[in-house]
């Protein structure tokens, strides 16, 4: 019988630099289902890769004095690294530098240019030389480039242009039909009320500005513009237009896509741009798009130039694979964003990892070799708690299921760990220790074994997310090829009785919380707060870290004394730097404005109560602070999802504006 397929996608990274902790975010999501979906029976198409073309890859080589390629293999042999200490199971890396996705690339630009889906016209707009980018007219800053403040010049490029157009009716009768098309939920409103009603732009698909990409084929002056190369690595990677018939059976095979995951910030390019590709080259679509959010650090998003991020080979070394791969999946939930915090990722470590997997495990082990020289004992009738154990493990395998189609691993491991904790209380209430002092062997012996029969559920479990771990308690519990298979959690018993369990090292360590917290703070490059003065040479970070505490709970302690709010009411409110790309008055409402701000990772609707202080046309372009984790809600009408902030005195209401040199979405604290 053949296996149902599964194909599953993580976006191709920019190999401008090595990668972040948040990029290994993506990374690791996808591989815990492919892992899930392998475990399910399926055969599973993981393909992950680099997107290698463009102008700033180019430069990035030049600055770094390296052919682009010689530039590409170092960054591309780094991130192929980083996959394997993650214990990333992909099935195939692409690259978008590789004959099989260019070739293929400039055959589509001639299929469409031939169909006439593709254009050739010219590209207007102002040009930073340099900056070298390009900006529309309501980008400018007083007519100057928005990033340095310097003059532009306006250009006419000429360049080809994908006509999106066409094909929007289908697209929004493909969301229609297909309402799990994008996930979350929320983020299709977003696209179809920010990019598609107010009228799809045509797309511009080739540029003659910069030479390090694919040619057009029947005018090699233009190279192919990033979107429409990088997106096509999801049907060239398994074959598709290839000349090699084996390969093209492989496109049959796994095409459409089960899932595309992707971050939420490139969720438009894969739910407009790509369907639309899709259907000119008269292709099925994908059957879903994940956006999931970002992992953020404390002060906002990472970023090397802020200095807060961290390199996770670092992390992968101080803790290992399986508990940064934990970590990340089980502190954010899939879809919305999460805070890398070093507290939360001791805290879990120890809790979750050491304290409450590792101690069940390590213990009941302990047992089986204290009270039945190390062999699983087979068990006697069981009784009402072993009953109530065994149906809570048989129910959470239905509940981890259902969590994993939807896609939420937060969950799935919450369910898990309910099991965890409820084996370890479970132990402390049937007390083996008295009924072996008892003598009461029968009892005994179903305890040790139902223990063991858990530890066994849960390590089958926990493969896709911490897969050395499953492995190998498995391997301890000498369990059989067939009772680590999925199918073999419907039913409780599977374990074999009779085999000597090994007792091996406690599986995670107990982490000294204030050793860890100054580490991390060392490897995020950052040491915890303290001014220069105090922090002399040879003083550790621990210590910085405890005066840093120290200074802030004296800050606090004054503060609460005043009954003035503490930091912590403060920093519930998160502000951000955003753009206002377009206002109009709402109909029927005089004092209300709606507003299209560019947060830099997103575009948010709000709707603002200024319309008697400012023109729409005056707010356009103008940078401002906004409140962005406000309740939404809907004012006349019209969803609103955020606050401008404003200062007024008497009749005159100023926007807080925000001084050049801040990226859009830069936090405000
Ligand atoms: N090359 C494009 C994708 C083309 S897909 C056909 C690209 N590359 S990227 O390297 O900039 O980003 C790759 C992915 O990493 C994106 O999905 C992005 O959202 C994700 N992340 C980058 N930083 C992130 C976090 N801090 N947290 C979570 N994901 C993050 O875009």
């Not at 934990?326 to 879809?335: D, K, M, Q, T, V």
């Not at 509940?399 to 896609?407: G, N, T």
């Not at 356009?620 to 939404?632: A, D, F």
Request: hydrophobic residues 40%.
């Amino acid at each position: 019988m053949t296996k149902p397929t599964f194909y599953i996608t993580t976006p191709i990274y920019y190999p401008n630099d090595t990668l972040h902790i948040g990029h290994s975010y993506t990374t690791v999501a996808a591989d815990a289902l492919a892992r899930y979906k392998r475990l399910r029976g399926y055969d599973v198409m993981y393909l992950t890769g680099t997107d290698e073309h463009g102008q700033k890859i180019q430069q990035r080589a030049k600055q770094a004095g390296k052919d682009v390629m010689e530039f590409l293999d170092e960054i591309i042999a780094w991130i192929r690294d980083l996959w394997d200490r993650l214990d990333i199971s992909y099935d195939d890396f692409i690259r978008t530098t590789e004959p099989r996705h260019t070739k293929v690339v400039e055959d589509i630009f001639e299929r469409l240019i031939a169909q006439g889906d593709i254009y050739l016209d010219a590209y207007e707009g102002w040009y930073c030389t340099p900056c070298e980018s390009f900006w529309l007219e309501r980008d400018l800053k007083d007519g100057k480039c928005p990033d340095c403040g310097r003059e532009v010049n306006f250009v006419r490029e000429p360049s080809y242009f994908f006509r999106m157009s066409k094909y929007v009716d289908r697209l929004l009768q493909y969301y229609e039909e297909n309402p799990d098309f994008i996930q979350p939920e929320s983020r299709k409103n977003e696209m179809i009320n920010n990019f598609i009603k107010p009228g799809l732009q045509d797309l511009c698909v080739s540029r003659t500005s910069f030479d390090w990409g694919v040619h057009v084929r029947s005018n090699p002056k233009h190279v192919v513009y990033v979107w429409l190369d990088a997106l096509t690595n999801y049907i060239t990677a398994i074959g598709y237009g290839s000349d090699n018939p084996e390969e093209r059976a492989k496109f049959e095979r796994y095409w459409p896509a089960n899932v595309h995951f992707v971050g939420k910030e490139i969720v438009r390019f894969h739910v407009i741009y790509w369907p639309i590709i899709l259907m000119a080259l008269g292709l099925p679509l994908p059957k879903k798009v994940y956006g999931h959010g970002f992992l953020l650090m404390k002060d906002g998003k990472m970023s090397k130039s802020k200095g807060n991020v961290i390199d996770p080979k670092l992390l992968i070394e101080r803790y290992g694979s399986d508990a940064i791969r934990y970590f990340l999946l089980r502190e954010i939930p899939f879809g919305q964003d999460g805070v890398f915090t070093p507290d939360s990722l001791v805290e879990r470590l120890n809790y979750d990892l050491a304290n409450d997997l590792g101690n069940l495990v390590h213990r009941t082990a302990a047992m089986i070799h204290r009270f039945n020289r190390g062999v699983i004992p087979h068990p006697g009738s069981y009784q009402t708690p072993d009953i109530e154990l065994r149906d809570l493990a048989l129910q959470v395998v239905k509940d981890v299921e259902a969590h994993l189609d939807e896609m939420q691993f937060s969950l799935a491991l919450t369910d898990i760990w309910k099991v965890v904790r409820q084996a370890n209380k479970y132990i402390d209430d049937t007390a083996p220790w008295s009924l072996h002092k008892q003598g009461d062997v029968e009892r005994l012996n179903t305890v040790l074994y139902t223990m063991a029969e858990v530890i066994r559920m849960i390590a089958v479990q926990i493969q896709p997310f911490l897969p050395r771990t499953g492995v190998e308690i498995l391997r301890r519990y000498q369990v059989a090829p067939a009772a680590r298979e999925w199918s073999s959690l419907y039913k409780f018993g599977e374990l074999e009785a009779g085999v000597v369990v090994e007792l091996g090292e406690p599986l995670f360590p107990r982490l000294d919380i204030a050793e860890e917290l100054a580490a991390l703070a060392d490897l995020t490059g950052k040491k915890a707060g303290v001014g220069s003065s105090s922090n002399t040479a040879g003083q550790t970070a621990k210590t910085s870290e405890k005066e840093s505490q120290k200074v802030t709970e004296t800050a606090q302690a004054n503060a609460e004394s005043k009954s003035l709010i503490g930091i912590d009411t403060f920093s519930q409110v998160e502000l951000r730097v955003g753009q206002i790309q377009s206002a109009e008055r709402i109909e029927g409402a005089d004092k209300l404005l709606k507003l299209q701000v560019d947060l830099g990772s997103e575009v948010r609707q709000i709707v603002s109560g200024i319309a008697k202080h400012f023109t729409p046309e005056s707010l356009v372009g103008q940078r401002v602070v906004v409140v962005t984790n406000l309740k939404p809600v809907k004012l006349r009408g019209v969803q609103s999802n955020g606050m401008i902030l404003a200062a007024s005195e008497g009749d005159t209401l100023k926007l807080v504006t925000v001084p050049e040199g801040l990226p859009n979405g830069a936090i405000v604290k």
